[in-house]
């Protein structure tokens, strides 16, 4: 048996009273710039040529246009020869092949067009659509905001290499954000960085580690209560589990737990909607439910009657077959429940959602999914 009592059980491992924000843990844990322009003429060009004359005809012949006077030859001068001089020209139309125009932004880049050879514009192409610091939905909109990386506030604290991980902190809307070395903390109601460092200065066990996620679990809203001060974390690499206890955002300080090798002596990571650990690129939980964005029957999961439905969840974001959701429930079976391809998970249809599992490099959820770019 691996259901609700089993997992209320792992729970305590992580924040201690705070029964099921420890099980949660414990469940995934065992487990403008201007246009630019440029332009290429070919110059007018005349050319001064001989014409010569015979003297017995007078006549005289030309070699290329000429712009000058001809020689004379025997006893008879012959007359000047000319011609209009040629010119090798551009094409006339609506611009100059070779000039850009930008125009509209679109998702974090902007569209573009180019002068084609014939002197037609292309069509407008958006570059750069995807190269997103931060994607954020929050609970009840359906269009998600992209935001350059450059958009952030107080670059000084801003991640300078590729993002590994990030949680979310409730109680005071922020976001931690983890390269292989660093840390950089995120203040969700400015968008703007506001501290950094050494990774390893909170969090000296995982020196080294290359990590693949992490969540956070808050234990007065895993019982229904206003957040606590305090998370529990979870950290994932490849292949092995941390578990830390009390993190305080104020001091940035945090109790070591435990680690372990992950996730194959795990039930709840065993079913055919589970991830394969090594490729999870961001997870988040949504503890009270804001957004289900599915509405599966989990009858029979642990023995639930029928007709029982989702009511809290967890969901990865996986680079398996080119990118796919996977949501667990964490209410009441705590199972891996659905998966799909992460184009047509709902909530990933929506405007301007992230478009590719590559491009993410941590999720984490306030009040709304936060996806955050994989690379600066």
Known sequence: MHGARRSWSLLSTIVGAAACSAALSGCFADSGTQPTSAQASDASSSTTATSTSDASTGTSTGEGPTTGASESTGDETTGTATTEPTTTGECSGECTPGD?????????????????????????????????????????????????????????????????????????????????????????????????????????????????????????????????????????????????????????????????????????????????????????????????????????????????????????????NGGTAHVDDIGLCFDFIYSAPLASYPPMTLPSAPTSAALVGGAFFVDGIYVVGSSP
């Open 100 to 320: 850009a125009e930008e125009g509209a932004a679109c998702g974090c880049g902007v569209e573009r067009r180019t002068c084609q050879l014939d002197c037609t514009w292309s069509e407008w192409a958006c570059e750069g659509a995807d190269a997103c610091g931060l994607w954020t939905l929050p609970a009840g909109k359906d269009t998600w905001d992209a935001i350059p990386w450059a958009s952030l506030g107080n670059p000084d604290h801003a991640p300078t290499a590729a993002i590994e991980a990030s949680f979310g902190v409730d109680a005071v809307r922020q976001g931690v954000v983890f390269t292989h070395e660093t840390f950089h903390v995120l203040d969700l109601d400015t968008l703007a960085w506001i501290k950094s460092g050494s990774r390893g200065s909170i969090f000296p066990e995982l020196n080294g580690v290359t990590l693949v996620a992490a969540y956070s679990v808050n234990g007065g809203l895993s019982q229904g209560l206003p957040p606590t001060a305090t998370e529990g974390l979870t950290f994932l690499s490849a292949d092995h589990v941390w578990i830390y206890e009390d993190f305080a955002p104020a001091t940035l300080t945090a109790t070591y737990s435990s680690d372990k090798p992950c996730c194959d002596d795990n039930e709840d990571w065993q079913t055919a909607d589970a991830p394969d650990p090594a490729l999870v690129r961001g997870f988040w939980l949504d503890l009270v439910g804001d957004e289900l964005w599915i509405d599966p029957d989990i009858s029979g999961c642990d023995g639930l009657p029928e007709g029982t439905k989702m009511v809290a969840y967890a969901a990865g974001i996986s680079t398996a």
